[in-house]
């Protein structure tokens, strides 16, 4: 199986910072990671995701970093806005063809 | 885009009760899976299927049973339920393969009282 452990729970920032989320996973054979953003009475949608092949991965405004070595990825919002404001859950999958093992989630709170 | 429905969108029942909640997908996707939403835990896996008649238990399996009898269709079912199971119920479907995309569906607010 796998666990994996998300920090901060609740993130406040200010409108033009950038925001930063942290994971860590524990199975080592873990080889994809998706980051999901789920708004007020949404459903979650995935914004992003790296394979274990990549450290770096970038899309508009949304940067995610993968280390391998401490079993450690990362979110990181740039120039963040008020539709950034959301829940964010990581996730991480063993296996080609199993099921994703969610963090916690990341309540981001974006202050004017 | 995927689309996933899912009913009923709530549903209050007592304890003890008999509960089936249902989602379909239409977009052929191989994988359906059924997760549980609670405050401080995030998303947790209950059961998933990656066809008809296939079942695979996920990471908090206890006082639920599925059935997928359709590519199409994966029902979740509570025959006894308990106050520990209101919840949000999200129901997903990916593709196999790859690095599959999970859609959501709606969700189903469940209240056991």
């Known amino acids: 199986g796998e666990q994996v452990e998300q920090l901060p729970s609740i993130l406040r920032v200010q409108e033009g910072s950038s925001a930063s989320i942290n994971c860590t996973y524990e199975n080592s054979a873990s080889n994809y990671f998706p980051w999901y953003k789920q708004e007020p009475g949404e459903n979650p949608k995935l914004i992003i995701d790296?394979?274990?092949?990549?450290e770096r991965k970038q899309t508009q405004g949304l940067i995610v970093l993968l280390d391998k070595k401490a079993k450690r990825f990362s979110l990181h919002i740039t120039d963040t806005q008020p539709g950034d404001s959301a829940m964010y859950f990581c996730?991480?999958?063993?296996?080609?063809?199993?099921?994703?093992?969610f963090g916690s989630g990341t309540k981001v709170i974006v202050l004017p | 885009e995927a689309a996933v429905t899912q009913s009923p969108r709530n549903k209050v029942t007592v304890t003890g009760g008999n509960v089936t909640l249902s989602c379909r997908q239409t977009n052929s996707h191989n994988y359906m899976y059924w997760y549980r939403q609670d405050t401080g835990h995030g998303l947790r896996l209950i059961h998933y299927?990656?066809?008809?008649?296939?079942?695979q238990i996920g990471d908090v399996p206890d006082g639920y049973k599925a059935t997928r009898t359709t590519q199409e269709d994966f029902f979740l079912l509570l025959e006894l339920a308990s106050p520990s199971q209101t919840s949000l119920y999200f129901c997903a479907s990916s593709d196999s393969g790859g690095a599959p995309e999970q859609y959501f569906g709606p969700g189903t607010r469940l209240t056991v009282l």
């Open positions: 996730a991480a999958r063993t296996g080609f063809a199993s099921a994703l093992t």
């Open positions: 790296i394979r274990s092949n990549m």
């Open positions: 299927s990656y066809g008809a008649g296939n079942l």
